[in-house]
């Protein structure tokens, strides 16, 4: 089945530092990925669309500046976390969209990232 | 846009019995609706899913139903085990859009 690696599990980083969160297809190319922001008990929140070769999609509130997404490749995505703060501490997940298959979104295992 | 309601948001059941999740959609243009399982710490797992061409798919003990006239689907699972105690979230899409979600409902299966 479809498989999606996002690494790190977990980081821990400084008020002010930057923190890259990758997001691999390992077996099917996803000319689309999305990134999800999820806080404590809370849903899954959109936070853009990353095509590849192309600029991302942002959603409405979310600063482009700050988490910068580079989608380079048919099977990597990645969400950096530009000058960091606590607030942005929360778990980051990624979902890539197999391009061959109709209606197939899968999920990575999700980055808990805490900002200190 | 789309917009997902989800009900109930907790739901204890005893090991055995079943367990019912709702949801209902706004955009009457959305074909596909899956549910994801979520345990603490992970990402959600796709368990079941629905397109708009189909009433009602069923996989073990879990199944789904979508009425596409009243914009509402359900997920239904049977014969509740311990393992089954998660956050469930539902979604809908057109299916090549973002998934839209639920907010969620934390199922406790009670042995």
């Known amino acids: 089945g479809a498989v999606v690696s996002q690494h790190p599990s977990r980081v821990i980083c400084k008020s002010g530092t930057s923190v890259k969160i990758e997001c691999r297809s390992l077996d099917f190319q996803a000319t689309t990925m999305f990134w999800y922001r999820q806080f404590p008990k809370k849903s899954l929140m959109l936070m853009a669309t990353s095509n590849e070769g192309s600029k991302a999609t942002y959603e409405q509130g979310v600063e482009k500046d700050k988490f910068l997404i580079n989608h380079a490749s048919l099977t990597l995505s990645t969400l950096t976390v530009t000058s960091a703060h606590p607030e942005d501490s929360s778990f980051y997940i990624c979902?890539?969209?197999?391009?061959?298959?109709?209606?197939?979104?899968?999920f990575g295992s999700g980055t808990r990232l805490t900002v200190v | 846009g789309e917009n997902v309601e989800q009900h109930p948001s907790t739901l204890s059941v005893q090991e055995g019995d079943s367990a019912v999740i709702k949801c209902t959609y706004s955009?009457?243009?959305?074909?596909?609706f899956p549910w994801y399982k979520q345990e603490l710490g992970k990402g959600p797992q796709l368990i079941i899913d629905?397109?708009?061409?189909?009433g009602e798919k069923k996989d073990q003990r879990i199944a789904v139903t979508l009425n596409k006239t009243a914009k509402h689907f359900s997920l239904h699972i049977t014969e509740t085990q311990p393992e089954d105690s998660a956050v469930y979230f539902c979604?809908?899409?057109?299916?090549?859009?973002?998934?839209?979600f639920g907010k969620g409902t934390r199922l406790s299966v009670i042995a």
């Open positions: 629905i397109r708009s061409n189909v």
């Open positions: 979902s890539a969209r197999n391009s061959q298959i109709n209606y197939g979104y899968t």
């Open positions: 955009d009457s243009a959305s074909n596909y």
């Open positions: 979604a809908a899409s057109k299916g090549n859009t973002p998934l839209v």
